[in-house]
């Protein structure tokens, strides 16, 4: 990743928000450093998503799904390769461009929420376009429409401690969703909740999601989650994506599917 400066941010006529991206990444590789020494997580990982593509990623944990997750959504820096975004260069962006780029192309959700206890619902899913200099009138109506679309209107006035897990989980979906991104990005977004507000969740995620034509990635323990997706993908050693389909896996030894998804990489592996 380079500071250079800035070149040509013109963007591309499938770049208007609230159309998916094209994201193409080539060689994509990530080394953190620990204890002095390199530890490479990802090696050369290659992956193409056709705007409006709905993929889910699955793999044993620790295999790197949220590292990745991470640098595509630009919250971390890779160590080598490419990612292009509608044709343009992330790894090129200098850090003011970036963090522009994120709010407006990309939306987030995690398996924890991270809402803002002391602001309401509204004032939460209201942030982003804040951060985008919307006016106020504007920002709160695109929030209470999105609210309302979740089926929280009856809870815009409550704060993060006032809803229940899965209130808090639509919430974060509404605020991921608010400006309709380009790419939305999902890590275990239903992970902490019961299955069937889970599935609830899943259901709502994708029609939204297929309503307003985000490119969307989900990494997922869930095997019901990754179902509902069109394309799965698992990633194996050192982040190689392969082709997930129902009888195995192209391109690698076919594996049972639920196995896989539980089994740790290596020693004290975690999320
Ligand atoms: N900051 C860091 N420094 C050193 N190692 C790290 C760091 N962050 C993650 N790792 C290691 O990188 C590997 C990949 O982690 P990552 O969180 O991407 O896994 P994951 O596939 O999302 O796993 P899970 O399914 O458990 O969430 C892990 O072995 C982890 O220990
Ligand atoms: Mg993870």
């Not at 994708?206 to 307003?212: G, P, V």
């Amino acid at each position: 990743m380079t500071d250079a400066p800035e070149q040509q941010h013109q963007p591309a006529p499938s770049a208007e928000p609230g159309r998916g991206a094209r994201i193409e990444v080539r060689k994509l590789g990530k080394a953190y450093i620990h204890n002095g020494k390199p530890l490479e997580v990802l090696s050369d990982v290659d992956l193409l998503l056709e705007p409006g593509d709905m993929v889910a990623i699955v793999g044993a944990s620790g295999v790197g799904k949220s590292t990745f997750l991470q640098i595509l959504g630009t919250l971390d820096l890779p160590t080598s390769g490419s990612i292009k975004f509608d044709g343009e260069e992330l790894t090129r962006m200098n850090a003011s461009r970036l963090a522009e780029f994120r709010n407006q192309r990309i939306g987030f959700v995690f398996q924890f929420h991270h809402l803002l206890p002391e602001f309401t619902a509204l004032e939460n899913v209201m942030m982003p376009a804040l951060i985008q200099r919307t006016a106020i009138p504007r920002a709160r109506k695109l929030a209470a429409d999105i609210l309302g679309r979740v089926g929280l209107s009856h809870r815009l006035t409550h704060r993060p401690s006032e809803l229940s897990g899965g209130e808090q989980q639509r919430v974060a979906l509404a605020r991921a969703m608010v400006l309709e991104p380009s790419l939305l990005l999902a890590d275990e977004p239903t992970g902490n909740l019961d299955r069937s507000t889970g599935e609830a969740i899943h259901q709502l995620f994708l029609e939204l999601n297929q309503e307003r034509g985000s490119t969307l990635l989900v990494v997922t323990h869930n095997p019901d989650l990754a179902r509902l997706m069109p394309r799965r993908m698992r990633m194996v050693d050192r982040g190689r994506l392969v082709e997930d389909t129902e009888h195995g896996y192209r391109g690698t030894q076919s594996t049972e599917a639920s196995e896989q998804i539980a089994a740790p990489v290596g020693e004290g592996a975690s999320s």
